[in-house]
T-cell receptor
Framework: SQQGEEDPQALSIQEGENATMNCSYK?????LQWYRQNSGRGLVHLIL?????REKHSGRLRVTLDTSKKSSSLLITASRAADTASYFC???????????FGKGTMLLVSP | GAVVSQHPSWVICKSGTSVKIECRSL??????MFWYRQFPKQSLMLMAT?????????EQGVEKDKFLINHASLTLSTLTVTSAHPEDSSFYIC?????????????FGPGTRLTVT
């Protein structure tokens, strides 16, 4: 079964608002990564957070990781219409292991 | 940097034919490449791990005789869907890991949409 489970499944917000997506996983991880996928396209790597890190920032993105709860969150601040996409979390059990993807959250940002 | 390409972008083929999809790392060497498939509005499911110069490692439930993987060089892996059927219609995505770094990051190709009629 898939490691990561995102919620919500879909999220619709207005431009300028913040969007928060959550990811839960089941087993121990080495790192957790967030990806964006525009409709029918490949994946774009957003951010990687290691198991010994609790928070990471990249531009308008903020990722948190709580290994005790086996969960992570992705916050997109001041959203834009161009942020409309599906967002996936993916976990890795060790440094060079395979990635296991969650089901994803579809984000729609309306102008 | 770290660009992965796939060819073709989309392909329509008749049932029973075979289709080859290429995955190339354009500006780095990749000893390991990964093949995923994605059904509409679903997540990516890992099919196999492709290692340069050795046999691919397939995930449980993936038929290795149906999905032939060849990783003949450090910049190219191919996935051949043999005797394709309509249920093989899907979005196939490859990714590659940069051999020259210790980064855990995988770089993804733009995907290939396969439609079997």
């Amino acid at each position: 079964s898939q490691q990561g489970e995102e919620d919500p499944q879909a999220l619709s917000i207005q431009e300028g608002e913040n969007a928060t997506m959550n990811c839960s996983y089941k087993t121990s991880i080495n790192n957790l990564q967030w990806y964006r996928q525009n409709s029918g396209r490949g994946l774009v790597h957003l951010i990687l957070i290691r198991s010994n890190e609790r928070e990471k920032h990249s531009g308008r993105l903020r990722v948190t990781l709580d290994t005790s709860k086996k969960s992570s969150s992705l916050l997109i601040t001041a959203s834009r219409a161009a942020d409309t996409a599906s967002y996936f979390c993916a976990t890795s059990n060790s440094g060079y292991s395979t990635l296991t993807f969650g089901k994803g959250t579809m984000l729609l940002v309306s102008p | 940097g770290a660009v992965v390409s796939q060819h073709p972008s989309w392909v329509i083929c008749k049932s029973g034919t075979s289709v080859k999809i290429e995955c190339r790392s354009l500006d780095f060497q990749a000893t390991t490449m990964f093949w995923y498939r994605q059904f509409p509005k679903q997540s990516l499911m890992l099919m196999a791990t492709s290692n340069e110069g050795s046999k691919a490692t397939y995930e449980q439930g993936v038929e290795k005789d149906k999905f032939l993987i060849n990783h003949a060089s450090l910049t190219l892996s191919t996935l051949t869907v043999t005797s394709a059927h309509p249920e093989d219609s899907s979005f196939y995505i490859c990714s590659a890991r940069d051999y020259g770094t210790t980064s855990d990051e995988q770089y993804f190709g733009p995907g290939t949409r396969l439609t079997v009629t």
